[in-house]
């Protein structure tokens, strides 16, 4: 993971300073336009040491200490500006490789505060010295792994926002029809947003009793993280960890036959073997009352449900989804008497559980 300050100046940062050296926020002027420093240093360079270094020293104190002076470029509270300066010590944690100029500083700033009220998003740039947001364009590049990525647009009717998540790793397939997933806060505008002043704080805290050696800690603070709904990943890499959230998502359109019901292990299997060790594309519509994401699921660009039905490991959900090709799909696994339709007559989920609550 390794921290901010000695990432860079072991890549050779031209301003880390010597031992005892004063913080070059205080030292070079950034605010006062023009040349700084008498090593004549630009202002946006001055303006990114200083950012470094105020995120190094939260990073290995664990204490948000708000600058003097930010609040005059601002309209948000001095709690809301320490929840910004927490979201981006995650994100710069979590980048790879991190930021290593004020241009890519800038940029990572304007994703990570992405949501936030613009003013002060460009009041805090201007604070450190650093280029305004650069305006999206609507031809930019996708930020979902082609592999992953739907490649059709426009989205089906009535899907709200698109999230990619993590791989799925064989636990998190919880029945026929529903999955746990991660995702990745550090890649998502939506998620970076979000994320509550808690988990921020204790993510910072968890990487400050591990640089101590205090696992012990790290790990009853990371227990709370995981309470809140949250999770710390390890990258492949080694080098980093991620902040990731968690989710339950409910497959839209299908119902699959509960475990003790008929082919119900059977349409876990089938499921576990689709999604297993691979990260999944949703396109969500809604949460149901049970607080579970309501999704169109795919991997490397095949739509799961569409498998799931033509193989009989799941029933078309009438109630809450009229697609005509769903019903396609189901009529063909039924003609061809595979998976659930090889029994005469299976019995329906929905009427299953209606029965279980009944006996109850």
């Not at 930021?99 to 936030?116: F, K, M, T, V, W």
């Amino acid at each position: 993971m390794g921290n901010i300050l000695g990432r860079l100046c072991k890549d050779g940062f031209t301003l880390c300073p010597e031992d005892g050296a004063s913080p070059v926020a205080a030292s070079v002027g950034v605010h006062q336009g023009g040349v700084a420093g008498q090593h004549a240093v630009t202002v946006e360079a001055a303006g990114f040491a200083a950012l470094v270094r105020d995120l190094h020293q939260i990073e290995i104190t664990g204490k948000v200490i708000v600058p003097e002076g930010l609040s005059k470029y601002v309209r948000s509270s001095t709690a809301a500006q320490s929840n910004w300066y927490r979201k981006l010590l995650v994100a710069w944690q979590s980048s790879q490789p991190p930021p290593r100029n004020a241009e890519e500083a800038s940029g990572l700033i304007c994703e990570a505060l992405r949501g936030h009220r613009k003013v002060d998003v460009q009041g805090f740039l201007s604070f450190y010295g650093l280029s305004p947001c650069k305006p999206a364009t609507t031809d930019a590049a996708p930020t979902f792994d082609p592999q992953v990525a739907v490649q059709t647009r426009p989205w089906p009717k009535g899907v709200q926002y698109e999230l990619l998540t993590l791989p799925i790793d064989n636990k998190g397939v919880v029945d026929g029809d529903t999955l746990t997933v991660y995702v990745d806060t550090s890649r998502d505008s939506r998620e970076a947003a979000s994320i509550p002043e808690l988990v921020l704080n204790a993510v910072v805290k968890m990487k400050v009793a591990r640089s101590a050696g205090d696992f012990t800690t790290a790990k009853a603070i990371q227990k709370e993280i995981s309470q809140a709904g949250y999770k710390i990943v390890e990258v492949n890499d080694g080098n980093r960890d991620i902040l990731a959230r968690k989710y339950k998502v409910r497959l839209r359109g299908i119902d699959a036959p509960e475990s003790k019901m008929f082919h119900g292990p059977e349409s876990k299997s089938m499921l576990l073997s689709l999604v297993e060790g691979k990260p999944v594309h949703l396109l969500v519509y809604n949460s149901d009352r049970y607080g579970r994401l309501v999704a169109d699921i795919y991997c490397k660009n095949v739509f799961i449900q569409e498998i799931l039905l033509k193989n009989g490991a799941a029933w078309h959900y009438t109630a809450y989804d009229r697609r005509p090709e769903f019903a396609e799909w189901e009529k063909e696994a039924c003609n061809a008497r595979i998976g659930l339709w090889s029994k005469k007559n299976p019995q329906k989920p929905w009427e299953y559980r209606k029965e279980n609550r009944k006996g109850g």
